[in-house]
């Protein structure tokens, strides 16, 4: 790549990239797909990348390339074959996102991916700008881990630093007996040692923010978790003005912070003194912003085509209260689930994503419900989930 042609990619960054154009987007799962569909919903061409093929992103893009992300020469030739790229999976390795970046513009950047990618990075940004989480140590020996468990206390929670997501790689250690078996579960990886949160709620906000520096939020949501993956969303959450109002504050003093162009979900934890603590970043649309599809004017898929497109940002109005429950492979122990049950539930959508291999864990789908209330969405939701079990 010659200068002359990474400056006009820099100097070009900033125009508008208008439908008919071809967006690239690095990674293939649902994410991607949600995003393919509301681009091309707006008329642009969409072009995945990952190691994978016949994937819920590429059943739906344009067109799939199948490669490697250590392939740098077929990431260059996706890149010089869109008008700009952005990703729906924080993992993709740093190179392959350089590489992209010298033929293509990427949005979010590549620096907040480094930073969001890896825990420490990522809580250390956190910790210096003065945002709220809670007291943290680096892990990279068993004399490390004894030492942050005499200063952090018990019980603690000791994940892996990098390729971590829905509780994978993660322990709570109750007690100092437990500190060996611990270390030993990273396998030889740098850690990250947390002192235990004890919250009443977990909450998120999902927020965009524009190339014109404008900020749109959906507001804080309510998540559950089970066996450490969302099991269900219920938007808006059920918490005071005034957490809501700061804990918006926090997503968009952080999309101002990292100078962030597209959707970031910031998740955090509400304890009962109503203090809130941000557990983890995704630079990306999330699980728990799946219910703005149905509920509100521009969906944060949307709002990532329009920031990645040099676009205004679109209405984050929520017409409705929702909530979202997320299908796993669990459900297909029992055969196919009964769809038909689910779909005769009025005001409930059915998003699945293509996924053949129905595994426990899994997130093959999910549904999505619109009521008077919260209470009656989340009750609604729940029900048509339970109603596509066949043992049931
Ligand atoms: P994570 O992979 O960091 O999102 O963590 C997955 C889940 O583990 C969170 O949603 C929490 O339920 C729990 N968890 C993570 N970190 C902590 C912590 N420091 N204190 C208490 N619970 C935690």
Not at 213 to 233: F, K
């Amino acid at each position: 790549m010659n200068q002359s042609h990474s400056t006009l990619v820099t100097r070009h960054s900033s125009l508008p990239v208008l439908p008919g154009a071809t967006l690239g987007v690095l990674g293939s799962g649902q994410l991607g797909r949600m995003f393919a569909v509301a681009a091309r919903r707006m008329g642009y061409r969409v072009h995945t990348f990952s190691p994978e093929r016949d994937t819920p992103t590429g059943q739906v893009a344009d067109a799939e390339t199948t490669a490697p992300y250590e392939d740098l020469d077929a990431v260059r030739e996706f890149a010089r074959s869109v008008d700009a790229v952005t990703f729906e999976f924080e993992n993709v390795p740093a190179p392959a996102v350089e590489a992209v970046g010298r033929d293509a513009p990427v949005r979010p950047s590549g620096e907040v991916l480094h930073t969001t990618q890896h825990r420490l990075r990522e809580k250390s940004f956190l910790s210096k700008h003065s945002f709220p989480v809670t007291p943290f140590r680096r892990v990279a020996s068993v004399e490390d881990l004894r030492a942050g468990l005499d200063e952090l206390n018990y019980p603690a929670v000791l994940k892996t630093a990098d390729f971590g997501y829905d509780g994978k790689g993660q322990r709570t250690i109750k007690c100092a007996d437990e500190a060996d078996e611990a270390f030993a579960a990273l396998g030889g990886r740098e850690g990250i040692l947390e002192a235990f949160v004890a919250f009443e709620r977990e909450l998120s906000v999902v927020a965009a923010r524009g190339s014109d520096g404008a900020v749109a939020s959906y507001g804080v949501v309510e998540n559950s978790h089970a066996r450490h993956i969302l099991d269900h969303t219920v938007a808006p959450a059920g918490v005071s003005p005034a957490v809501a109002r700061r804990a918006e504050e926090i997503a968009r003093a952080l999309l101002e912070q990292l100078d962030y162009v597209g959707v970031l979900c910031v998740e955090l934890f509400l304890t009962g003194d109503d203090g809130l603590f941000v557990n983890e970043l995704a630079p990306r649309p999330h699980n728990s912003g799946h219910f703005t599809i149905e509920a509100c004017a521009a969906s944060q898929f949307e709002q990532q085509v329009r920031a990645l497109c040099n676009l205004p940002l679109g209405s984050t109005e929520q017409f409705r209260p929702a909530a979202m429950a997320n299908l796993l492979g669990d459900l297909w122990q029992n055969g196919e689930p009964d769809w038909r049950s689910a779909l005769a539930v009025p005001n409930v959508a059915l998003h699945l994503y293509g996924k053949r291999a129905a595994r426990t864990g899994r997130k093959m789908g999910h549904l999505t419900a619109l009521a008077h209330t919260t209470d009656e969405a989340l009750r609604t939701v729940l029900a048509a989930r339970a109603s596509l079990d066949r043992r049931a």
